[in-house]
């Protein structure tokens, strides 16, 4: 499953990836996460990795790309990860997302936002 919460607040767009994310999902998403790209350049990203157990191939192409062509409109991405299955997907997101990537666990929310909206 694949989320978006855009209100989460004014300067951060957090994404939570959980269980299986299907291509049909990024493909809804990619609108809105463009929209989004527009609006709020840089963009900073909460990505929260919560029990994701895997991605579709096609799913993960799709997002990567679209990733790839926003690169220089990412400030920021703090990915809250915990298992290692995580921690790789956090990983190969990085090389394809502009900005400054750090990592936090389930639970520290609060200093991911922090370090989000530190200049």
């Known amino acids: 499953?694949?989320?978006i919460n855009e209100s989460y607040a004014s300067d951060i767009v957090r994404l939570r990836l959980s269980g299986i994310v299907t291509s049909h999902e990024v493909e809804q998403a990619i609108p809105q996460l463009?929209?989004?790209?527009?609006?709020?350049?840089?963009?900073?990203l909460l990505v929260e990795l919560l029990g994701l157990e895997s991605?579709?191939?096609?799913?993960?192409?799709?997002e990567l790309s679209f990733?790839?062509?926003?690169?220089d409109e990412t400030a920021r991405v703090a990915l809250i990860v915990d298992r290692s299955g995580e921690r790789l997907v956090a990983r190969i997101t990085e090389f394809f997302t502009g900005g400054e990537h750090r990592e936090f666990h389930h639970g520290e929310e609060a200093e991911a936002r922090?370090?989000?909206?530190?200049?």
Do not use: I
């Not at 991605?55 to 799709?62: G, N, S």
């Open 67 to 71: 990733l790839a062509r926003h690169r």
């Open 34 to 44: 463009d929209r989004l790209f527009s609006e709020r350049k840089p963009l900073r």
């Open 1 to 3: 499953m694949l989320e």
């Open 55 to 62: 991605v579709e191939p096609m799913a993960a192409w799709e």
């Open 114 to 119: 922090a370090w989000l909206r530190a200049t």
